[in-house]
């Protein structure tokens, strides 16, 4: 996870389905694009969503990275949805 000041805040399985939870966090007061590697996951896709977990626009995924624009002091709520490498 990148730069130094985005941090997890969270990382749990979603309330509803299989997909996991990650919640990021700006904390320096300035821009971050954030990067996000999932090492060890085959990552299917992965979503915005709001605090409640309803889920939002699609984001880009490269392998198992994510980047993310994150506004100064932001939370950013991820849906990710992950499978396994057999198909």
């Known amino acids: 996870l990148g730069p130094d000041h985005v941090e997890v805040m969270t990382l749990k399985r979603s309330e509803e389905g299989d997909e996991i939870i ?3 966090r700006e904390t320096a007061g300035k821009e971050a694009a954030a990067v ?3 090492p060890g996951l085959v990552v ?3 979503r915005r969503a709001m605090t409640t977990e ?3 626009d699609g984001i880009p995924v490269d392998g198992n990275v994510v ?3 994150l506004p100064p002091f932001a939370i950013e709520t991820l849906l990710i949805s992950v499978g396994d490498d057999h198909g």
Do not use: K, M, T, Y
């Open 22 to 24: 990650l919640r990021v």
């Open 36 to 38: 996000i590697e999932l």
């Open 44 to 46: 299917n896709s992965v």
């Open 54 to 56: 309803e889920p939002l």
């Open 67 to 69: 980047r993310v624009w």
